[in-house]
C-alpha cells in the first residue's frame, strides 16, 4: 500500500506538483527526496497519531514541521497540537522534554499563520500561545502579565474574530490581575473591551442569518415552481440548515461567553463605581467617541442609564456621530423621563440604522410598550406584530398582545357585546407565546390566571356553546373558540 502512494506521489512529481512556490519555499521541501521523505513523515505520524500513540507520533511531526511545513495545515490544527502535546507535556518527569514540548506547541501557533495564511492568521496565533503559557507556564507575576499583554495584543488584532475559549481565558486572567493588584479598572477596561467586540461577533453572525433568507426562500419558490429536482432542494435546503447552524451554533457560544464575563465582572463595578471611574475619564476623553462609546456600552449593560454622566457621555456621542446604538440608548433615557413621544422617535430611528433583524426587536418591543402605556392598543399591537415577524419565537410580543386584549374592558364593552368576551382573545395569545417561548410560561400563567370569562348565561342568551367559533369584535377583531 506504501508503494503505491509513493508512486502515486512521484507521479505528481513528474508534473511539477513538489516544485510549486510557497511561503517556505517548496510545499512538499526543497527535492524530490525531501518530497518524498515528507509524504512518508506525515503518514507515519498519522498513523501513530490515530493509535492516541502520541510519543511516536511526535518526533515524526516535529520532522514534518522541519522539513516542509507547508504541506499539510492539519499539523498545526489546535486539535492535533493539544491533542498529542498535552498528554505528552503531563506525562514526562523529564523537566527539559517538557519545556521542549511546550516550546514546540508555543512556535508551532505563534508561526503557524506564516505557512497557511488562509487558515491561521497572526492574532488567533497570538492568542493561543498565550492560553497554552498561561496553561503550561502561568506560575510567576511575570509569566501571568507577559500572558496578559498577548492576549490584550492578540484581541486588538483579531477585534470581534476573537473566539470565544480566548475571551474566557482572558477575562480570567484579567479577574486574577485585578484582585492581586486591587485595581478595578483593569476590569473594566477588559470588560469594555469584551463587550464591544463580541457584541460586534454577534451582530455579524445575526447578519450572515439574514443574508441566507433571501436563499431559503428562493429554493422553496423554486422547488413549487418545479424548476429543480427533489434531490437538488433537499441537498442545497441541507447547505444552507447548516451554514445556519454554524451560525447559531457561534452566537451561543459568544452569549455564553458573555453572560459568562457579566456575571463575573458584576462584584466589581456597581453603579456608583462605574460613575467615579467615569466621571473622572469624561473630561479628557470628550473628543474620543470610541472610548465614549465603551463607556456608554458598559454603564448600559449594567443598568446604570440613571447616572448624570451617563446623560452627559450619551448626548455627546449622539450630537456628534448618531447611530443605531446611539439613538437606541437615546430611546431608553428618553423612556426612563418619561417623554413617550421622544423616545419613539429615536426608537424609530434605532431601527432606520439598525442593520440585522435581530437588533431591530428590541426598539420595535419597546414602541410597542410606549403605545401601551399610551394608551394606544393598535399602534402597541401593529408594532409587536413587527417584533414577531422579525422573531417568530418572541414570547414576550405574544404575551404583550394578550395583554392588551384582557386591557380592554373599557374599551370593548357596552351595548349588546359579549361581557368579557376580549378575554378569549387574550387567552388565545398567552398560549401562543408559551407554545413559541416555554421560558415566559411562568408569567403567562399568572396572568392567564386572572382572567374572567363570559358567564354561562351570557353564552345561553345569545345561543352559543363550548366549542364554537366566535369573532371578537372591537378593536381586536379576531376569531377565537368559545369555552
Known sequence: MKKVYLFTFVTFITIGIFAQPTPCGFTYGKTEKDSLTCLEEVSLF?????????????????????????????????TYLQNMLDPLIKSTEDVEL?????????KSVETRHLYFPKNYTEGNGLGFKA????????KSTEEVMQAFDMFIESIEMEKEKTQPNIWDI??????QIARAKQDTTIMIDAYERATDYIEKAINDYYKEIDKQLPNFENLEEAKEKGQIPQADFEMRKQRLDQDTARSMQFITLYDRTLKNIENTFTPFAPCNVLEQVYGNKLEQNRDNLTALKKMLLTMNNRGCTSSPVFAEMLNIVHQAEPSAQSANLMGYFSLNNAEYDVALEFFKEAIELFETNEQKVEPWYMIALIHQIK???SEARNAALQV???????????????????????????EDSMPLDYNWAAADKYSRAI???????????????????????DKFVRGLKDGDSYKVGCWIQETTTIR
Open 46 to 78: 498519522k498513523t501513530f497519531y490515530d493509535q492516541k500513540n502520541y510519543k511516536d507520533a511526535y518526533p515524526h511531526w516535529k520532522r514534518v514541521v522541519e522539513l516542509c511545513p507547508c504541506s499539510w495545515n492539519a499539523i498545526f490544527n489546535n
Open 375 to 377: 394608551g394606544n392598543y
Open 98 to 106: 517538557q519545556n521542549q514540548y511546550i516550546d514546540d506547541l508555543l
Open 170 to 175: 482572558f477575562f480570567r486572567i484579567a479577574e
Open 388 to 414: 414577531i415577524k422579525l422573531k417568530p419565537n418572541s414570547g414576550k410580543a405574544y404575551m404583550l398582545i394578550g395583554d392588551l386584549y384582557a386591557a380592554s374592558g373599557n374599551k370593548c364593552s357596552g
Open 435 to 457: 407554545a413559541v417561548d416555554p421560558s415566559v410560561a411562568e408569567q403567562v400563567n399568572e396572568k392567564r390566571a386572572k382572567l374572567r370569562f363570559p358567564s354561562t348565561q
Open 131 to 138: 492560553f497554552y503559557m498561561i496553561r503550561y507556564r502561568g
